[in-house]
């Protein structure tokens, strides 16, 4: 169970998307969101409609396809939405629950998220269980999906700002004349 969790797929991306965007913040709330999509992959699981999706071609072709469109949107919105500011304090952020609707989102329009609850989820319930081994299997599943999520989150949000901080850009303030601070290895231009 733990290789599909830390297998890259939709989630994995979004959750880069805002991390690389927004920061750490909006990378963990999208984690969450990831993580109740995936409890209600699991209620859709027993509930039968998540076996719906796997035996009928049309409901899961149309399942593929809004999801990669809901990702394209996302990705067109990144590249045409706005340009990234050098400094990361200066970049519009997501918002909480902006980040938390589009984790939420983003995994109930993913195919993986469906096929994992119809096909490995069942392999480890037995006919007779009761629905408390589905809530365990269910607690340790997100107990490895939201610290991984998260900490790659955190990982990324701090490695996108690590070449800014080293090199020692920072935010020109307001006026004309004021040039970021340059690293040492930079040409000078004085002029003598």
Request: proline residues 6%.
């Amino acid at each position: 169970m733990t290789l599909l969790i830390i297998t890259p797929g939709p989630d994995t991306a979004l959750v880069i998307r805002n991390a690389l965007g927004s920061g750490a913040r909006a990378a963990i709330a999208t984690a969450f969101g990831i993580g109740l999509g995936s409890v209600a992959w699991a209620l859709a699981s027993l509930l039968g409609v998540a076996v719906i999706l796997e035996t009928s071609a049309a409901a899961f072709t149309v399942l593929k396809l809004v999801g990669a469109g809901y990702l394209a949107y996302l990705g067109l919105r990144t590249l045409f939405g706005h340009r990234r500011p050098a400094d990361a304090s200066s970049r519009p952020k997501l918002g909480d629950r902006t980040a938390f609707h589009q984790g939420l989102l983003g995994n109930l329009l993913n195919p993986k998220a469906a096929a994992i609850f119809v096909t490995v989820f069942p392999q480890f319930i037995e006919p007779g269980d009761g629905a408390l081994r589905l809530l365990l299997m269910l607690a340790a599943f997100e107990m490895v999906l939201l610290p991984w999520l998260s900490l790659y989150g955190l990982v990324v949000s701090r490695a996108d700002d690590r070449p800014r901080r080293a090199a020692g850009v920072r935010t020109p303030l307001a006026g004309a004349g004021q040039d970021q601070v340059k690293p040492s290895w930079a040409p000078s231009r004085r002029r003598t």
